[in-house]
Every structure is written in structure tokens, then in C-alpha cells.
């Protein structure tokens, strides 16, 4: 069950038990990683919290917060229903690219198939920000290098920070 706010005639946000949620455990793992979470096909609300759940299964992740869900418009290919968005910070070890092997595995899982540039999905997941470093691969650009331009990043991200300290975010450069 979701609450929902509309911010405006484009936007809405949406919140429940998990979104935002502030996960109150100190980690062993090395480095805080914020995945940005996205989808417009499907049950994507639903889709979010079995995202969440499934993070806190995978043994070399540990799951410290996530942000509420935005409903927006698309972009870029905009013939299609709108999107929900969110973000998840995660505390790992792996690297970069062992992170985004991770990412692209657990949307293979939840159905993703890849037809062309911003195309309907049943879910997106994006390496905003990871620890305070910047990767620049032909793969992988982090920080990702649209973030501070898109609310379906900010909005969720701000109510992220909010329930946080601050200090915890210094960082990952925000």
C-alpha cells in the first residue's frame, strides 16, 4: 500500500514501508554505492520492493537506504506510459565493473530486454554514484554524468539524504 503525493501535473510521489527507508547497520563492505532504479512496464511499485528485498539476499551486498518512488513523464522516447523512479544505496566490495555485471544480471532477472535507446522497460538500473571515485569506461561513466539534471534522480535522492546524516553522503560527491 503507497501513499501518494502529486507534486505537480507531471509528478507524484509515492511512499510505503520501504520507500524511503533508512537502514540503521554499519557495514564491513567498502564501498557505498547509490544504483538509480527505474521502470514503466509492469507493476513497476511492486517491482521496486522485490528489487529491494532481492539486494538484501545477494551475500556481497548490504542494503543501507533507499529513496521515494517518483512517477514521471519519459524522456528521450516519450510514446510510451510513464515511468517510476527511485534510488537504492547499497555498501559492497566488488569494483566497478563487477558492480555493473551485478546490475545488469538482476535486470536480466526482473525481465529487462534491450530493444533501443530509452524504450519501455520493466526495469532500469543505473550506477550513480560510487564511493566518491569517477570511472570513465565505454560502459560505465560514474558519476553518471546526467544525475543533478533529472527529478526522477533528484527527488528521490534528496528524501534519501534527508532521513540520513548529511555527513554520510560526503563521499559520494553530491
Keep these: 500500500m503507497f501513499l501518494a503525493r ?17 537502514c540503521r ?3 564491513p563492505l567498502r564501498h557505498r554505492v547509490v544504483i538509480g532504479v527505474g521502470g514503466n512496464v509492469g507493476d513497476t511499485k511492486r517491482r521496486m520492493h522485490h528489487v529491494w528485498v532481492h539486494l538484501g539476499k545477494l551475500p556481497y551486498l548490504q542494503r ?9 513523464p519519459p524522456f528521450g522516447y516519450t510514446h510510451q506510459a510513464d515511468f517510476y523512479n527511485t534510488v537504492m544505496e547499497v555498501a559492497t ?13 538482476i535486470e536480466k532477472r526482473f525481465g529487462r530486454v534491450r530493444s533501443f535507446a530509452n524504450a519501455p522497460r520493466t526495469l532500469d538500473l543505473d550506477m ?6 569517477r570511472v570513465n569506461y565505454p560502459e560505465l561513466i560514474v558519476p553518471h554524468p546526467h ?3 533529472r527529478l526522477s534522480v533528484v527527488i528521490p535522492l534528496k528524501s534519501m539524504v534527508k532521513n540520513k546524516r548529511r555527513r554520510d553522503y560526503e563521499n559520494l560527491n553530491l
Design 93 to 105: 566490495s566488488l569494483s566497478p565493473r563487477q558492480f555493473l555485471r551485478v546490475l545488469w544480471r
Design 64 to 72: 543501507l537506504g533507499s529513496g521515494v518512488i517518483l512517477k514521471n
Design 147 to 149: 544525475w543533478a539534471k
Design 6 to 22: 502529486r507534486l505537480d501535473e507531471e509528478h507524484t510521489v509515492y511512499v510505503n514501508h520501504f520507500f524511503p527507508k533508512k
Design 128 to 133: 550513480l554514484f560510487f564511493e566518491g571515485r
Design 25 to 27: 547497520v554499519s557495514s
